[in-house]
């Protein structure tokens, strides 16, 4: 079946430090993906998105590629800020699973002054 | 922008009671989602529905059950909570194939 795997965390950096967060997925259609973020006590947020091959979702400083050949939306950001401290998802939604979402555990990044 | 209320932010229930936390979205979305979250688990499918009156379980529905008596709003029952289902909630919404949007989560205790 469907599914995401993104990489253990916890993650932390120092401000200003490049972030890479790796997401890899398995489909049998073509899903669109999808990044959230959750701050501390609250929701889901949608950070950014990518619903064809080669499309690139950007938002905040963050970027991700569709990469249908290695199968992998990695998240990324030059510099991170200390306010970037928080919980990011990768998921995916493919039109033959009809609406629903498939969620990666999730990567805590902390970012230290 | 869209909007997900959930009623409570935290709640403390005992085991064997039954609890209801209600999720109300204003953006009139088709779509309406229940997960549970826990840490090193990710996020975890429990019931959807696709319309009102309609409902599909997810991956994990054992103890739960559900309500759409009207397209804005979902709730969620634990029929007879148990320590094992204290958790955070979520409830998120979405129009069909787009983003789902997320409520700010129940975190609920079973004492």
């Known amino acids: 079946g469907d599914s995401v795997t993104q990489m253990e965390g916890p993650v932390t950096l120092s401000e200003e430090a490049f972030l890479t967060i790796n997401c890899t997925y398995t489909?049998?259609?073509?899903?669109?993906l999808f990044w959230y973020v959750q701050y501390p006590g609250e929701g889901l947020q949608l950070l950014l998105k990518?619903?064809?091959?080669?499309d690139k979702g950007s938002n905040k400083g963050f970027e991700a590629t569709y990469r249908k050949e290695t199968t992998s939306f990695h998240l990324e950001k030059g510099s991170v800020q200390v306010s970037d401290s928080a919980v990011y998802f990768c998921?995916?939604?493919?039109?033959?699973?009809?609406?629903?979402?498939?969620f990666g555990t999730g990567t805590s990044l902390t970012v230290i002054p | 922008d869209v909007k997900v209320t959930q009623s409570s932010r935290y709640l403390v229930k005992r085991t064997g009671e039954k609890v209801f936390l209600e999720c109300v979205q204003d953006?009139?979305?088709?779509?309406m989602f229940w997960y549970r979250q826990d840490p090193g688990l990710g996020l975890r499918l429990i019931y959807f529905?696709?319309?009102?009156?309609?409902?599909e379980k997810g991956d994990i529905p054992e103890g739960y059950s559900v309500s759409r008596e009207k397209k804005e709003r979902f709730s969620l029952i634990l029929e007879s909570a148990s320590t094992n289902q204290t958790s955070m909630y979520l409830c998120?919404?979405?129009?069909?194939?787009?983003?789902?949007?997320f409520g700010d989560g129940t975190r609920l205790s079973i004492l």
């Open positions: 998120a919404s979405s129009s069909p194939r787009k983003p789902q949007h």
């Open positions: 489909a049998t259609g073509y899903p669109s």
């Open positions: 990518a619903t064809k091959a080669d």
């Open positions: 998921a995916l939604s493919a039109l033959n699973t009809g609406n629903q979402f498939y």
């Open positions: 953006m009139d979305h088709e779509n």
């Open positions: 529905s696709y319309d009102v009156k309609m409902k």
